[in-house]
């Protein structure tokens, strides 16, 4: 018996082209002196209209193919992009125009797009257009949004007042007489600065229009093929069918690539079309800090009633979300914050509004976490509080009010971001918590901080509980296919951004199908090979794409063993596949390999090798009956889709211990331990690298990364010199990980989703730590060491 | 595409009209230029090498003048087409004596085609007038310096004194080839001059490959 | 106005390049779109990221910082340039697939050429000396940790090979 893979940690497919340098990212692909290479003038003010475009001194430069403006954009292309997700509270949805029509609302966006022989003959043509702008007073930062001396939107297209592009409510009920009556009571402010995605690799579209087939090919580094192909064939007036996308590699996405159509990627497209080349655009790194998307710029305010044990009898939560200056991903961070904020818990009364506010500043779409960092920081530093405030341990507060294991499914009563009841479907919050307190040391910590204490060194220990909502639809799509030679090629529709889908699915479908793992190849994102899919994001790939595939090579196995019945001859529950081959239990004599399967289904006329020969018209069929059944299809296929009715909830928590300098106040990080609970794994590896990835991102996230904008609306760190991601340096030395496997009983296989964990307790279970360490409440972050330097000081005075 | 605009020429008006409606003179002076040849009365096909930045070509056309108001106005309409595009455009051309000389201005509503097209309205705006004030200032000079460079045929030669003699049509048929010029520092730029005179369009042309200048 | 082009031949991975580019094409350019060597990757163009780094006579260079023109004469050599004549991955690579070392793959060809200089200068390197040869590159996926077990673990494929 061959063992599963489901469980293993394979090595992964993917590696065998990128570390000899052979993979193939968008800036990779057409790499031909007949490329176009286009760049994008941005506008250097945060709010300001256009008053003239001069673009005289662009003749001088050779090498020039195009430049455009809004004047340039007609039909479709002239209108503003989409707004992908609209919601009834979304009453003042904005999206920006593919080039800037008459105003520009952040620095950054896009004015005029150039075309030229190479990128820096382009970048010289952006330097000799002279754009005429009329400044006008920004608006920066929530407080000045929320106080409204000054408008973002208030134009032709219309007005959005008091800057408020949203208010949205969902309660249980009304909080505030439960927290009235409680015995006690406690008020919060918190704050979370703006981050964002950073990706290594940024942005970047190739297009090609073929004349000869009428076709228009998109090479884009996204998170949605599909949700580009629809785009790109409404704004350029093609047919759905027309329009091929193609993701590549991708260089790291986080949600900032599930935005989509950025301007340039209707914009290459077009301009592949209108000149007749291949055109070419690919970012640089200032241009995706000022031109692409943020994230977790949050305020908070919050009222909770709770009791003597800590349980949280009503919770009244108020906050304000700045969503930049567009809303082309609607209201879904917010919503996540909102519905996400309950974590494990099961507060008795919950109300959570919020308002969505417009600055003149870089759109916020969803970065990893997509608003439940937010969310977690606030109901943990809630927990904390509540426990400090009663003088009991944090822990045993956060138990009184966990979600208990038999008391699932659990319905919180709220509708999440993907439509559906927000109804958690398993989890074990308290076995969970003893994992954690045993990895971490949690009883034993008091000890420790005492001793050190002793040194003069100050250490402190915090936790954090969330609940993730993965694996939300509406759909996706796998398709199977077993060639004559054995092969078998897989295919869904959703996108790869170095989770190693290539190599997880092809663990599942060697399982399924009974095939050797080296004979599975997984294609992800090309809109040719599945044309329905929905995209990668919400830590979804492995619940959605990981059941259709499941299912998709489950029927292609169906129907191995109903036409290998018939060969050989046999029942169907007497057969078994084995690398390949299938044969009779017990009698290997009798057996076939699937490539010769692929061959008897698919009669022909014609052969074309020495094998097919066995499948046309004088060597087999029954003259009896129509070579392909009436409800049949030739060839060994198999296609299905995964379409759950809600998500699946996953569930980890987070501790860690910090030391931090009584002079200097830099904070060193001396252990960070992780349970982790995403139901059933396929490769432990794989998830491993996916908890030590976020943990990163959350260790920049609340200690270094923040995006500095001043009053003016310029980002004053849009490089990686100012923008201080972690190197190994910043980064714990080992992470201690336990796992907790409550399988999802909504897939097939178990499974939830595991990609965005590892950062959404971060900034929450740091604060905790340094709070602990310092005796200093922490209610904002990220906190650097120079912050933490000055809250000393506030502290002391 | 609406395009206008004026320059100033430092000679009489009647000097300028002359100038303007003589083909040997235009041949000259219309950048690009290769061959202008008549073909009935104030009507030419011409031929004519001009780009936008990268994209250069050869750009076959025709323009024909009417709605003549001497030392006034007219009426120029040219049409033509070049590898990837094409261009259509309506001209209205006035003259007014000014201090210092003429003031000829423009008004043209033009339509461009195929590929050049998608150079951009700006630049297409840009070089249009580059190529006017270009143009402008060749009539200038032509009629300032007397040497009329143009090689014509046997009836049509214009050596020194005025370039043009006044009112005279060109005879049927008639081919003006450009004299042999330096190549000028910013020869990518030369636009396609809309017939006599004015304005514009600095479109299209050709692709960049097999028809560079 | 055309830029004036240099005549120059550049030495990568072995093999000798002829090239007319101008002045001002990065090194990091003139391998990926010059050479079509892709493998070097651009992060940052501003030399933090490290995905660039190549090997300029066996030290590891970020070649967005360098103009091509530049280094002629000297021996470049890319992540291309360190997988074996026949086709196998050499030690750096081999330790990263044992050990999940890259996800994306984009940072991947950086550390790969910096971590085969660093075991080449140190092929016994403790673990603190193992983190500091990799603290000069980014990765935003990894979280780092299995990167430093690739980087000991090549350092122990180093050390077999040699037996």
């Given at each position: ?32 002196a007949a490329?176009l ?17 001069d673009v005289e001194a662009v003749l001088d430069i050779e090498g020039v193919h195009a430049v ?46 150039v075309v030229a022989e190479d990128?820096y003959v382009a970048?010289d043509a952006?330097e000799a257009i ?145 000149l007749?080349r ?520 | 595409?609406?395009i206008?605009g004026?320059n100033?020429i430092e ?8 100038a303007l409606?003589d083909p040997a003179v235009l041949v000259a002076t219309i950048p690009g230029c290769e061959r202008l040849a008549a ?5 030419y096909d011409m031929t004519v090498t001009a780009g936008v930045a990268a994209i250069k070509g050869t750009y076959a056309g025709t323009c ?14 040219l049409?033509g087409s070049g590898a990837p595009g094409t261009v259509?455009a ?14 000829v201005?423009y ?5 461009v085609?195929g590929m050049v097209g998608g150079v951009g309205?700006r630049m297409l705006t840009s070089v249009s007038k580059r190529m006017a004030g270009e143009f402008f200032g060749n009539v200038g000079t032509a009629i300032a310096s007397p040497a009329a460079p143009a090689s014509a045929p046997?009836?049509a030669a214009e050596q020194g004194?005025?370039p043009v ?9 008639a081919v003006f080839s450009a004299p042999a010029k330096a190549s000028s520092p910013d020869d990518f730029l030369k636009g396609i001059a809309v017939g006599a005179g004015l304005v514009v369009l600095g479109v299209v042309v050709g692709s960049v490959f097999g028809r560079r200048r | 106005m055309s830029e004036e082009r240099h005549e ?12 007319s580019i101008p002045a001002r094409r ?138």
């Amino acid at each position: 018996m061959t063992t599963k893979l489901m469980g293993q940690g394979v090595q992964r497919v993917e590696d065998q082209r990128f570390l000899r340098g052979q993979g193939r990212y968008v800036d990779d692909v057409a790499v031909d002196a007949a490329t176009l290479h286009a760049a994008v003038l941005r506008s250097p003010h945060a709010h300001a209209r256009i008053v003239d475009i001069d673009v005289e001194a662009v003749l001088d430069i050779e090498g020039v193919h195009a430049v455009w403006t809004y004047d340039d954009l007609s039909g479709r292309m002239a209108e503003p992009l989409p707004l992908l997700i609209p919601h009834p509270t979304l009453t003042h949805g904005r999206t920006q125009y593919a080039l800037a029509k008459d105003e520009v609302n952040y620095a950054g966006e896009a004015v005029a797009f150039v075309v030229a022989e190479d990128r820096y003959v382009a970048e010289d043509a952006l330097e000799a257009i002279r754009v005429t702008y009329d400044v006008l007073p920004p608006v920066v930062g929530i407080e000045a949004a929320r106080a409204a001396d000054r408008l973002v939107h208030d134009d032709a297209d219309g007005t959005v007042p008091g800057n408020v592009g949203a208010r949205m409510e969902q309660s249980t009920g009304d909080p505030q007489p439960a927290i009235a009556a409680a015995p006690h009571r406690l008020e919060l402010d918190l704050t979370i600065e703006r981050s964002a995605c950073t990706p290594m690799e940024g942005r970047g579209t190739v297009a090609r229009w073929d004349p000869d087939t009428n076709r228009m090919q998109v090479w884009t580094s996204t998170q949605s093929s599909t949700g580009v192909r629809a785009v790109v064939a409404v704004k350029l007036g093609l047919d759905l069918g027309q329009v091929d996308v193609i993701t590549p590699d991708v260089g790291g996405g986080f949600g900032v690539k599930i935005n989509h159509p950025w301007p340039e990627e209707l914009l290459v497209p077009l301009a592949a079309r209108t000149l007749g080349r291949t055109v070419k655009f690919t970012e640089d790194r200032r241009e995706h800090f000022v031109s692409s998307a943020h994230e977790r710029g949050q305020v908070h305010h919050v009222e909770v009633g709770f009791d003597d044990d800590g349980r949280l009898l009503g919770l009244d939560v108020a906050f304000w979300h700045d969503h930049g200056a567009y809303t082309p991903y609607g209201l879904i961070v917010p919503i996540i914050t909102s519905t996400q904020l309950l974590g494990p818990y099961k507060p008795a009364v919950y109300r959570v509004v919020f308002e969505s506010v417009y600055t003149n500043t870089v759109m916020v779409t969803p970065y990893r976490g997509a608003g439940r960092p937010q969310g977690c920081f606030v109901m943990e530093r809630t927990m904390d509080a509540i426990a400090a405030y009663l003088g009991k341990d944090r822990t045993e507060v956060r138990a009184a009010n966990f979600i208990q294991p038999d008391e699932f499914p659990y319905d919180q009563g709220l509708i999440f971001q993907d439509g559906r009841e927000l109804e958690y479907d398993s989890g074990d919050y308290p076995a969970s918590l003893e994992k954690l307190k045993e990895l971490v040391g949690w009883d034993e910590f008091p000890a420790f901080q005492a001793e050190m204490a002793a040194q003069g060194r100050r250490v402190g220990i915090g936790l954090a509980c969330y609940v993730e909502g993965t694996g939300v639809g509406p759909y996706e799509g796998a398709h199977v296919h077993i060639e004559t030679t054995g092969k078998v090629k897989v295919a869904t529709g959703l996108t790869t951004q170095g989770q190693g889908h290539a190599t997880v699915f092809a663990q599942l479908v060697a399982d399924e199908l009974g095939v050797k793992f080296e004979d599975v190849e997984v294609v992800t994102g090309d809109t040719r090979r599945m044309p329905y899919a929905v995209g990668t994001f919400a830590s979804r790939a492995a619940v959605m794409s990981g059941s259709a595939i499941h299912l998709a090579a489950k029927r292609a196995k169906e129907k191995v063993l109903r036409i290998a019945a018939e060969a050989l001859e046999a029942a169907e529950e007497d057969l078994e596949i084995v690398d390949g081959v299938v044969s009779v239990k017990g009698s290997p004599g009798s057996s076939l390999d699937l490539g010769t399967v692929s061959v008897l289904s698919n009669p022909l006329r014609y052969a074309f090798d020495e094998a097919s020969k066995a499948a046309t018209q004088f060597s087999v069929g029954d003259p009896g009956k129509p070579p392909v059944p009436e409800d049949d299809e030739p060839g060994l296929e198999g296609r299905d889709f995964y379409s759950p009715e809600r998500a699946t909830f996953a569930s980890g928590m987070h501790a860690v211990i910090v030391e931090t300098d009584p002079r200097t106040a830099e904070i060193t990080i001396l252990k960070y331990a992780v349970v982790h609970d995403c139901g059933n794994l396929i490769n432990p590896m794989i998830v491993e690298g996916q908890i030590h990835g976020g943990v990163a991102q959350g260790v920049g996230g609340a200690l270094y990364e923040r995006m500095a904008y001043d009053e003016s609306g310029q980002l004053q760190n849009a490089s990686f010199m100012d923008f201080l991601m972690p190197y190994v340096t910043e980064i714990p030395d080992g992470i201690d990980i336990d796992h907790l496997e409550t399988p999802s009983p909504l897939n097939p296989l178990g499974i939830k989703g595991a990609g965005e964990a590892g950062v959404i307790p971060s900034a929450a279970v740091f604060a905790a730590a340094i709070e602990d360490a310092e005796g200093i409440t922490i209610s904002a972050m990220p906190i650097s060491p120079s912050e933490l330097f000055h809250l000393r000081q506030e502290h002391s005075a | 595409m609406k395009i206008q605009g004026s320059n100033v020429i430092e000679a009489p008006v009647d000097r300028v009209w002359d100038a303007l409606l003589d083909p040997a003179v235009l041949v000259a002076t219309i950048p690009g230029c290769e061959r202008l040849a008549a073909t009935g009365e104030h009507a030419y096909d011409m031929t004519v090498t001009a780009g936008v930045a990268a994209i250069k070509g050869t750009y076959a056309g025709t323009c024909s003048l009417t709605d003549l108001v001497p030392h006034e106005s007219l009426v120029m309409t040219l049409s033509g087409s070049g590898a990837p595009g094409t261009v259509d455009a309506r001209v209205e051309v006035s003259f007014a004596e000014v201090d210092g000389g003429t003031q000829v201005s423009y008004d043209a509503d033009a339509t461009v085609g195929g590929m050049v097209g998608g150079v951009g309205q700006r630049m297409l705006t840009s070089v249009s007038k580059r190529m006017a004030g270009e143009f402008f200032g060749n009539v200038g000079t032509a009629i300032a310096s007397p040497a009329a460079p143009a090689s014509a045929p046997a009836p049509a030669a214009e050596q020194g004194g005025a370039p043009v003699s006044t009112g005279a049509a060109a005879p049927a048929n008639a081919v003006f080839s450009a004299p042999a010029k330096a190549s000028s520092p910013d020869d990518f730029l030369k636009g396609i001059a809309v017939g006599a005179g004015l304005v514009v369009l600095g479109v299209v042309v050709g692709s960049v490959f097999g028809r560079r200048r | 106005m055309s830029e004036e082009r240099h005549e120059i031949r550049l030495s990568v991975n072995g093999a000798s390049y002829e090239l007319s580019i101008p002045a001002r094409r990065l090194l990091s350019d003139a391998l990926r779109h010059d050479l079509g060597l892709t493998g070097t990757h651009v992060g940052c163009e501003h030399g933090v990221c490290g995905a660039c780094t190549v090997l300029l006579d066996g030290q590891p260079v970020r070649a967005c910082l360098l103009f091509a023109v530049s280094v002629q004469g000297q021996e470049i050599t890319t992540v291309e340039g360190l997988t074996k004549p026949d086709g196998s991955l050499g030690n750096v690579q081999q330790a990263f697939a044992e050990c999940h070392g890259l996800q994306c793959g984009f940072c991947t060809p950086g550390f790969l050429t910096t971590i085969t200089a660093g075991l080449r200068d140190n092929p016994t390197p403790t673990h603190e000396e193992c983190r500091e040869m990799v603290a000069g590159n980014l990765c935003r996926c990894t979280g780092y940790q299995n990167i430093v077990k690739a980087v000991e673990r090549a350092a122990e494929l180093g050390s077999e090979g040699d037996a």
